[in-house]
């Protein structure tokens, strides 16, 4: 498939996530081409499931079904594969998208296995955050399907997941594909709000959060009857549900030419680099100080860590924040980094 295909702002990929059978797929894939608003049709063919005994997918037969569906709507089709024969079979029956699951990007052996499958072809591969928080591991499977010589690739954002998660199915953990997209500039980022939320109410939300990070498309279940789908049906919207939802996002440019706005952002972005800059004095002046702090339990024959002046600068510093704006979630993970720090380098001086 083409380059531009995934390169597109605005990206829209939206189909049900499994093919159930042949009506329900066309017929949702009809529905879906008439909002003129999907750009690729997604059907899982294969299921990962986490149960055994689950409904597994139907295999080899979905493809044929999603050749239909291509057919009739003209949309381009996508299904996720998670080993070398998922890659061959979808590859014969002109499968446009590619993409691997959180369940595969999460297992060097699997991606370097669909690595091997996709050598010396021009596949269009979309790589889905591991399951757990493990930003190595998604750079990984990009480079390995990059030595693939694969250049149309994408990555999508599904969100992590954790023990007694309540609020999400799937943590964001936006910071992981904001460092993603960082070290990858060049590859569009894709939110898969279904996986994250696990809930219709909360699409609308999660889509919008990732686009005012300015992610350039989203992947969204839907199906014809979201009540009956066999997987995922609490996140799974009809096309008509997935309509409105796409048009009450506001979709944010990275910036405006407008002499007023360069103006005033020009002028905040100074403000917050003068704060930066004398962050970086203050923090390298505590930290001399801990460093002095070490030496002298060094000398003294004291511990590095004591629990008790910790807890104490700890509850010092959240009753401090009680009288600002600042949240005390930020300044507990923020004084937490410090003191891993002081502990850090009052270790290395013990240790001397
Ligand atoms: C899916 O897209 O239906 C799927 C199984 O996703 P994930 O790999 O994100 O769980
Ligand atoms: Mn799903």
């Known amino acids: 498939m083409n380059e531009s295909l995934i390169k597109k702002d605005g990206l829209i990929i939206a189909g049900p996530c499994s093919a159930e059978s042949e009506e329900q797929l066309v ?17 899982g063919i294969w299921k990962p499931r986490t149960n055994p005994g689950g409904f597994e997918g139907v295999g080899l037969k979905g493809l044929s079904w999603l050749s239909t569906a291509k057919k009739e709507t003209g949309l381009p089709v996508g299904t996720e594969v998670a080993t070398s024969r998922h890659v061959e079979d979808a590859l014969h029956y002109d499968v446009d998208v590619l993409w691997i699951g959180a369940r595969t ?21 979309l790589i889905k955050n591991p399951v757990n928080p493990d930003l190595k591991l998604w750079i990984g499977a990009v480079e390995r399907i990059r030595n693939a010589g694969i250049t149309n690739i994408g990555l999508i954002h599904r969100g992590f997941s954790s023990y007694g ?4 199915r799937n943590a964001p953990i936006w910071q992981i594909p904001i460092e993603m997209m960082r070290i990858f500039p060049d590859l569009p980022m894709i939110c898969d ?3 994250i939320a696990g809930k219709r109410d909360t699409l609308h939300s999660v889509s919008q959060k990732s686009l005012d990070l300015h992610y350039n498309g989203l992947i969204i279940e839907s199906h014809y009857k979201p009540e009956e789908a066999l ?7 009809s ?28 002028s905040l972005r100074e403000q917050i680099n003068q704060f930066d800059d004398e962050l970086i004095h203050l923090l390298q002046s505590r930290m001399m100080v801990a460093e002095n702090i070490g ?24 009753s401090k924040t009680r009288n600002t704006k600042l949240s005390e979630d ?3 993970s923020m004084m937490e980094l410090l003191h891993v720090e002081s502990i850090r380098i009052q270790n290395d001086i013990s240790n001397r």
């Open 330 to 332: 930020f300044v507990k």
């Open 165 to 168: 998660n309540k609020e999400y």
């Open 27 to 43: 017929t949702t894939a009809k529905s879906l081409a008439k909002t003129g608003m999907v750009d690729v049709l997604r059907a």
């Open 231 to 237: 997987t995922d049906k609490e996140q799974q919207v």
């Open 105 to 125: 990007s999460v297992n060097p052996f699997s991606v370097q296995n669909i690595a091997d499958a996709l050598k010396g072809t021009d596949s269009t591969v």
């Open 239 to 266: 096309p008509d549900q997935l309509s409105n939802l796409l048009n009450q996002l506001v979709w944010k440019k990275e910036s405006i030419n407008l002499p007023e706005y360069q103006q005033k952002i020009e």
């Open 295 to 318: 030496e002298l339990k060094k000398i003294n024959n004291v511990t590095v860590l004591q629990s008790n002046r910790w807890n104490e600068i700890l509850e010092k510093m959240l």
């Open 193 to 195: 709000p279904s996986h």
